[in-house]
């Protein structure tokens, strides 16, 4: 990840929020690109090469703690996979724990203080996964 701007990919199916992120995270001079789906989450990740993948818990097809495992695999080393959403953060904290990902955020997040906290993760070391006893 180079130092500069942020790349930032936000993955949602509610294409306003997408738009409020977008708008909101370019405001604060970020790249931002937005992708719909929970399905070829993957394959977009490696034609942007962001540095931050911003991905919803909730699609319909396939929660985003599982699209985070199967990205994971397949992305470069250095991106951060952070879950965005408005579950219980106790909830969202757990599936991140499981799921591999960089960190969580709640949606509730907005603004300045989501840039904020998007940029802390640029230089955050990756968690050490959690084993199952």
Known sequence: MA????????VDDDPDLLDLVARSLRAHGFEV???ISALGVSTRIRDSVPDVVLIDVN???LKGDKVV??????APS???????????ETQ???LAMASGADGYLSKSVQGDELARKLESFRHKPRPTPVSPV
């Open 59 to 61: 699609f319909p097809a």
């Open 78 to 88: 250095g991106i951060k996979f952070i879950l965005y959403s408005a579950s219980d």
């Open 69 to 74: 495992s199967l990205a994971r695999t397949q």
């Open 33 to 35: 690109e937005t992708h």
């Open 3 to 10: 130092d500069g701007k942020l790349r930032v990919l936000v």
């Open 92 to 94: 969202l904290r757990s």
